[in-house]
């Protein structure tokens, strides 16, 4: 079965610090690997997405570092906010969107 | 403004009784999609349709049905057959062929 692997579940980050999400994935033929952030209440919104031609993808504080041989991707929140306190989601597919596999999410707390 | 609608935010119904759940996109996507989330865990698929009226099921299509009239219009209807309903339901849309889906704000549904 195709599965993407999260960790941490949770993670509590002091705000201005580095937090840093891993997912792991089994099937090599994946090409798409995105993230989305969810507000409490609120359907997920696209953050930041990377394909396998390019180890490293940054959108302002958010980072998407990507390695092939190992089969994971991870995000990285650089300067934590209050604000990004959320959940985050990693997913991975190939072929389309309705081949689109999530991780289980990780809860991000930034203290203020 | 272009987006997924979900209606109701909130709902509640009696075990035994079926229930459905709207969404309608005007994003003139060709593609939608319902996701179910249950807390601390990933979004997993129940349907998607890619063209009008002709309809995949997910990985967890077993109790649930949809209908599709108009490609920005997809209900999905949660029937007395599917054991555990209460959850978080996502209603989703993407272009055809692409790997980005967008989503709504998502619906509470409660059986009691």
């Known amino acids: 079965q195709q599965q993407v692997k999260q960790s941490p579940q949770s993670l509590i980050v002091q705000k201005g610090g580095i937090s840093i999400i891993n997912c792991a994935y089994e099937?090599?033929?994946?090409?798409?690997f995105p993230w989305y952030q969810q507000f409490p209440g609120k359907g997920p919104a696209l953050l930041i997405a990377i394909r396998p031609d390019v180890s490293e993808k940054k959108e302002g504080r958010f980072t998407i570092s990507f390695n092939k041989s190992a089969k994971q991707f991870s995000l990285h929140i650089m300067d934590s906010q209050p604000g990004d306190s959320a959940t985050y989601f990693c997913?991975?597919?190939?072929?389309?969107?309705?081949?689109?596999?999530f991780g289980q999410g990780t809860r991000l707390t930034i203290n203020p | 403004d272009g987006g997924i609608t979900q209606s109701p935010k909130y709902l509640f119904r009696k075990e035994g009784q079926n229930v459905t759940l709207s969404c309608e996109q005007n994003?003139?996507?060709?593609?939608m999609y319902w996701y179910r989330q249950d807390p601390g865990q990933g979004l997993r698929l129940i349907y998607y349709?890619?063209?009008?009226?002709?309809?995949q099921k997910g990985d967890i299509a077993e109790g649930y049905s949809v209908s599709q009239e108009k490609k920005e219009s997809f209900p999905l209807t949660v029937t007395s057959a599917q054991k555990n309903p209460t959850a978080f339901y996502l209603c989703a849309s993407s272009i055809r062929q692409t790997d980005t889906i967008y989503f709504g704000e998502g619906s509470w549904l409660t059986v009691v």
């Open positions: 994003l003139n996507h060709d593609a």
């Open positions: 349709s890619q063209i009008v009226n002709d309809f």
């Open positions: 099937n090599t033929a994946f090409d798409y």
């Open positions: 997913a991975a597919s190939r072929g389309g969107a309705q081949k689109l596999v």
